[in-house]
């Protein structure tokens, strides 16, 4: 006869392991028009005035969303607030969104993209007024975040370059990340741009367009979400 353990692991069902519906990791970048590495004699110059314009991207090495892969896709957006991103005395809001997916994404994958970039972003990406489809390509080289030179390319609309911030970009000498990162991350660097550039139109969609290089306005980072 069994025992009474015995019986009662007999009549348990196995609890399975919790697998997570969601699972991504990458690198993401952004770039902003405002400094967001800064001493306050130059944010306090800038705050409500700039910073309400940015392009940022996502680079997915590994990633399931709700049973779709996402390996190596990426997704990008350019965003066009009320004013100055971050700015916890100011409302930003209403932002106006653009999304652009990896054209090699189908449509399952796009819909996942769309929901991640949300995740990540939280109210930011709410009011999207376009989406496109384009060739995103993102490249990282250096041999840490900390050395990091990160690119990103969607078409020719939008683009971003950036490289390690260096005593030569410091004026005060006691500058700070005063903003923080627009996205979810989990490692994040302030950084130089390089460029920082959206070809949109000034009438329609975003109602804005830009190229604001050589500034401390950029962050590179990795990022991992489980749920």
Known sequence: MLGAAALCAAASPSVPS????VEVQGNYVEARSADVN??????????????????FGWEINHGTWKGVKLDGLKVAAAVHAASTLGDVTGEPYPVRSMLIYDERANYEQRQALKEFARRMTGD?????????????TFSVEGGSIHEARVS?????????????????????GHEKNFYPPLARTDH?????TLENRFNGSATEDLRARWSMPYR??????????AE
């Open 216 to 225: 401390r306005s950029a962050y590179v980072a990795t990022f991992h979400l």
């Open 188 to 192: 994040a660097m302030s950084a130089y």
């Open 38 to 55: 800064a001493g306050d004699c130059f944010i306090n110059s800038e705050v409500q005035l700039v910073g309400n314009l940015a392009v």
């Open 124 to 136: 930011l990406l709410g009011d999207v007024v376009r989406e496109e489809r384009l060739p995103i």
């Open 18 to 21: 919790v697998v997570p519906s």
């Open 152 to 172: 990103m390319s969607a078409g020719t609309l939008a683009a971003i370059r950036t490289r390690a911030i260096t005593d030569a970009d410091k004026v005060c």
